[in-house]
């Protein structure tokens, strides 16, 4: 990314997972110094703990989350390392805060410490509903309603989750979006600010205007993006791979029914017709991804192979 507006500014990242740990990715990406500071035992959980146990992939989340940041381990209990640690904080222009209470006031990181007469921000990620309960990424999208549209026409006893844990990401990123607008206010008032952000309300916030309350209350569970019209959907090909149509402009869709054969009156793609799916699948299914990679190669009618 050549965009690095964040130049010369350097925030400590003492988070883990998921949530904070996206936020210094993002804050680094634009170019800030990000360190991340773990203890040497106690490291983040994704790398060597219990979320790494659960699954290998977490490893990866956990390179590709931090990639960029400069990686600092030290012994929590050592006083020397206590002091570095403080003097890194307080020299800081952000610190993203996932530490508990008596690590804080060990490390001498208190919010108290930190109250400075300089430009700097303290966020801390709170993975809770507004400090009453604890959290995670499946328990937001509960409880803020979003995942009775996910089962809404669902049957089975037991269902998967969404694969990419949405409301922790969208969590990653508004906690970015707010260290930033504090920072612009610690620089006008030249003083520490602290910044309190929440899974629930950021899940809320990000993600809940995407199913406004005037739609649940019609009791609408169908829409463009979770397939109630033919022309965006997944279709699975002759090899049981599966292709994405997305043809939601007109010309599009008339392209799309050109070089599919699909018989079908150019007016009806935005039509809740099941017969038409069925038309669709029956022609896409003819072909094997690779063929279907052939056929588009020249055309441009937003329908892609599912790598």
């Given at each position: 990314?050549?965009?690095?507006?964040?130049?010369?500014?350097?925030?400590?990242?003492?988070?883990?997972?998921?949530?904070?740990?996206?936020?210094?990715?993002?804050?680094?990406?634009?170019?800030?110094?990000?360190?991340?500071?773990?203890?040497?035992?106690?490291?983040?959980?994704?790398?060597?703990?219990?979320?790494?146990?659960?699954?290998?992939?977490?490893?990866?989340?956990?390179?590709?989350?931090?990639?960029?940041?400069?990686?600092?381990?030290?012994?929590?209990?050592?006083?020397?390392?206590?002091?570095?640690?403080?003097?890194?904080?307080?020299?800081?222009?952000?610190?993203?805060?996932?530490?508990?209470?008596?690590?804080?006031?060990?490390?001498?990181?208190?919010?108290?410490?930190?109250?400075?007469?300089?430009?700097?921000?303290?966020?801390?990620?709170?993975?809770?509903?507004?400090?009453?309960?604890?959290?995670?990424?499946l328990n937001a999208l509960a409880m803020t309603g979003l995942l009775s549209l996910y089962v809404a026409d669902k049957k089975d006893k037991i269902v998967d989750p969404p694969f990419l844990p949405i409301a922790g990401i969208s969590f990653g990123h508004k906690a970015a979006t707010d260290l930033l607008a504090a920072y612009i206010l610690a620089t006008k008032k030249h003083q520490t600010q602290f910044v309190k952000t929440y899974l629930d309300q950021a899940t809320r916030e990000v993600l809940g205007i995407f199913w406004p309350d005037s739609d649940r209350q019609l009791g609408r569970t169908k829409f463009l993006h979770n397939g109630i019209y033919p022309c965006y959907s997944l279709y699975q090909t002759k090899d049981h791979k599966y292709v994405a149509l997305a043809a939601v402009e007109e010309k599009f869709w008339n392209r799309f029914c050109d070089v599919f054969k699909i018989k079908s009156s150019h007016d009806r793609f935005f039509k809740e017709d099941p017969s038409l799916f069925e038309m669709i699948s029956d022609e896409i299914h003819k072909y094997t991804s690779q063929e279907i990679e052939g056929l588009i190669k020249d055309e441009d009618l937003c329908l892609s192979i599912i790598k």
């Open positions: 990314m050549s965009f690095k507006p964040l130049a010369g500014m350097t925030i400590i990242d003492l988070t883990h997972r998921l949530p904070g740990p996206l936020c210094g990715k993002i804050l680094s990406d634009l170019g800030a110094t990000v360190i991340k500071i773990e203890d040497h035992i106690f490291q983040d959980p994704f790398l060597a703990g219990l979320f790494a146990q659960f699954d290998s992939s977490f490893i990866s989340w956990y390179q590709n989350l931090n990639a960029g940041k400069k990686i600092e381990r030290f012994d929590f209990n050592s006083a020397d390392d206590q002091k570095t640690i403080h003097e890194m904080v307080i020299n800081a222009d952000a610190v993203l805060m996932g530490l508990p209470a008596k690590t804080r006031e060990k490390l001498k990181i208190t919010d108290s410490d930190l109250n400075l007469k300089k430009p700097m921000v303290v966020i801390e990620l709170l993975a809770s509903a507004h400090e009453k309960k604890s959290m995670h990424d």
